[in-house]
């Protein structure tokens, strides 16, 4: 089931620098998209999301963009933080449908100081 | 911040045994759910639970599977005859709603079956 995925298992960025996270989806149904963080022996720590009817949404310093014409989204960190290292899930549902999320493999995301 | 609560964060049982994992949703949350994370897979769902039935389930959730919201407060997941590939990391989670709301994961149990 590859209905979304990550392509780039692993992310190292500079400290004060732009993270850019990136997920991609087939399913032309789903409608909400949700970006995940999660550290070593804790479950996914919600970070921000996303419906269809947008095609951006900011909360901080995490910024998410969603291009449905290419069925891509992307998480944008800035300024990069050593506590951002963590691996990040990005997730799809329908709304009106299964409230089943259907996530990606994750990326693993490394700030260097 | 409230937060959903798992017990036990570790849970070892011999194969073809029962066991039971539990999760404390968020108080005023109406919908329940399971995944599992198999050791270097997807998070992948298992099941979703609303006004006490069953709303969704994967083809994962067999037989073998069975949840139950025992008193109000706890939602929690049986495996009746536990198998090897029944090892994962098991999350709780729970959401206020089914609309354009994030779904609050737990810090998972992690079942090891031997």
């Known amino acids: 089931d590859q209905q979304v995925k990550q392509n780039s298992p692993s992310l190292s960025v500079q400290e004060g620098r732009i993270s850019i996270l990136n997920c991609d989806y087939t399913n032309s149904m789903f409608d909400y998209f949700l970006w995940y963080k999660k550290y070593p022996a804790e479950g996914p720590t919600f970070l921000i999301s996303i419906s269809s009817i947008k095609d951006k949404n900011e909360d901080g310093r995490f910024t998410v963009f969603l291009n449905k014409s290419a069925k891509h989204l992307s998480l944008h960190i800035v300024p990069s933080q050593p506590g951002d290292s963590a691996v990040y899930f990005c997730a799809a549902n329908v709304i009106q449908g299964a409230q089943k999320l259907v996530f990606g493999q994750g990326t693993r995301l490394t700030i260097n100081p | 911040e409230p937060e959903v609560t798992q017990t036990p964060s570790h849970q070892v049982t011999q194969m073809g045994q029962e066991v039971i994992l539990r999760c404390v949703p968020i108080?005023?949350?109406?919908?329940f759910y399971w995944y599992r994370q198999i050791l270097g897979q997807k998070v992948e769902f298992l099941v979703s639970f609303y006004n006490n039935e069953i709303s969704e389930k994967s083809e994962i959730f067999d037989d073998q599977f069975s949840v139950e919201r025992p008193d109000g407060s706890n939602f929690t997941l049986k495996i009746r005859s536990t198998k090897l590939e029944d090892s994962a990391m098991y999350f709780c989670?729970?959401?206020?709603?089914?609309?354009?709301?994030?779904?609050?994961f737990g810090d998972g149990t992690r079942l090891s079956i031997l």
């Open positions: 989670a729970s959401s206020v709603s089914r609309s354009n709301q994030p779904q609050h």
């Open positions: 108080s005023n949350h109406l919908y």
